[in-house]
């Protein structure tokens, strides 16, 4: 079963807003089985919209449009349905009483003509309710295709796709089952990953796809299986995730959709009841800021310090001056003090520490831009690296926050192990 | 001149990640005159972009495609663009250069076949050199319409539009002219500001348009002008914007397009010769990682201290245990005592802090989920707000830090004036 998803409006075409109403309605539709085709973003312009919905006729099953349906004038995808499917608007008077509650009972305020003409509906179309707000959703259907028209106000148009839209798909259509698994790996690159694994991929099963979803420092492997026989998807995405564990076990941190390796941290520092503090320099707080964006993980994550000026890492962090005017403060040495000390002050078991040159100009160091030491202290002693991250200076500070989480974890896992 | 976007990628269609690829060149466009009527995402098939790309032809001037060119076999983009143009995929000898030198001299890895692959592209092409990646760019024309792929790792594309394709159109196209002039406010919400407005809103000329760009905590205005008379709209933007400022002087904080909070607040503390450290529990190095984020900050961020855990406030910042104990973590006292502690600890002139509850569970305080203490010590003294931000955690975190930097930013103002 195949959709497309239609959003509606100006703003969008001119950058203005991100359209993130699609993408919540293909992961509402994946989750049932229903292939989403395509998206699009078409202005409101009524014959841009029926020449797309000629485009569509019969190529898919369902056309979900949103946008395009409040009360100003430039608001058009009532009456092109109407041109569409050759009907008329007709009030609705269950729509009317509702809009006449909420806007004389609920805001208090007289009811306007504006405000009436919400109630006007094609004659033919059936009328999903929508208690969120003025505009209601409308389903027709044209031979094989149904055309749902749905208001752009987020959460309006989340509660009429969760209430409404989804239950009535599946009341009224057959759908193959589609199983996702997300594999997370952490350190290589998807050139990398790829050759790895590309013996084992080329023997996928013809209804297994493998997707590589790159981010700085990930790649996120996604497996979908698309069947009717259920089970039989299930043993075989997991035989599958099986044997890739078996040849890429050193870089999978996670398995679930939406973890990262901040999640992944949290979850093995709390298992071993062990604690984390950072000492950051260049990273300016973003791994920090990382961490504990986590829920609960105040139990684990204890704080910070940012020592960005070299004063902090003298005073606050108790590094020592000499080593400094020895070793520059973009070094190992400086590196791993910092990483000991701020593991000392917060009275952790592990700490982080970053000091490195992030561009654009250089800093307090002749350090090359880029140039990045990352140390760990562990309860064992402490490690450091040196990297360069290129430029420009978002990409150092992204990929030395990302890197530094990476260290942690590979240590973090050898104890669990 | 008219544009169509396209992203390839299944990760968008059911919903994995939003795309914001498309709204970043619909902004760019829209910035030189371009239009863009329309925006699609399609998967990774060939005959579905081999359609799409028919559909467009000559309706559009040109076609921009991001995504697809990865080294992985999910990646068509190339192959795509040979059959609808009828090429052959060649070495680009430069691009060659470029991936060697980054694999082998930069990453120090032996150079693999996937990667050299990189250097494919269609012999009639016009190669953009992708220097922050190994996907390099193409724009290949037929008839009236170009078509432009780029990668779809978000750094790159953005580097490739703004260092190509945005100065090769504005070379080879004639477009109107379009002013853009862009007003941030903060402190008040969108309805709110349109109200104060309304008027001079009302009477603005035909040719000049005004936009709302709300986030949270502050609304960006856009007025734009368009025509082919350069120096009129000039002086009509010049002196609109001059009578919207006597409206709402109070609320606007800078005209740069680029503008946010933290750069604004960076020029002024570098004019006044000024300096900042901040003190943050519930904000767990957000508000640091934002200022230590703009670059040349290093001449006036000192420093943070991240005192997530209780203990942290004691120990690292000095708070006394008593006053906790009297009034609880987060409580007004608190958050004044850990302004002045950093503010003596970094030796900055101005200071903020912290701290709160963010949920989703109550941590070492029965404050209610979604309070905040935000405290600034400047010379004179300290000053201290309670919020409450409500939920979920990540909305309260994001309006904390925003909020912290709006009341540094109105107190230095004070000094500027």
Partial sequence: MKAAIITIGDEILIGQIVDTNSAFLAKALDRIGVEVSEMLSISDDKKHILDTFAQLQNKVDVVIVTGGLGPTKDDVTKKTFCEYFNDELVVNPEVLAHVTQLIEGF??????????????????????????GTAPGMWMKKEDTVYISLPGVPYEMKY?????IIPKI???????????????????????????IEHWENNLPEFIKLAYLPNPGRVRLRLTARGTDKEELEKAIES????LDAIIHDIIVGYEENETIETVIGKLL???????????????????????AVPGSSSYFKGSVVSYATEAKVNVLGVPQNLIDQFTVVSAEV?????????????????????GNAGP???????????VFIALATPNGVIVEEFNFGQPREKVIDRASVKSLEILQKEILKIVQ
């Fill in 335 to 355: 590196a791993s003090a910092m990483a000991l000390s701020v593991k000392d002050l917060m009275k952790t078991d592990y700490a982080l520490a970053t000091t």
């Fill in 270 to 292: 709390s298992k071993e009841n062990k604690t984390i503090s950072t000492a950051e320099s260049c990273t300016g707080g973003r791994i920090a800021s990382l961490l504990s």
């Fill in 107 to 132: 805001y208090k305020r007289p009811i306007s003509q504006l405000n009436k003409d919400q109630a006007l509906v094609p004659s033919t179309c059936t009328v999903l309710q929508n208690k969120m």
């Fill in 361 to 371: 100009s250089k800093g307090d160091s002749d350090a090359e831009i880029g140039t």
């Fill in 160 to 164: 009429l796709v969760e209430e409404e």
């Fill in 240 to 243: 599958n995730v099986q044997s």
């Fill in 170 to 196: 599946v009341r009224e259509y057959k759908r193959p089952y589609i199983i996702h698994k997300t594999i997370l790996t952490y350190g290589q690159g998807e050139s990398l990953v790829a050759e790895r």
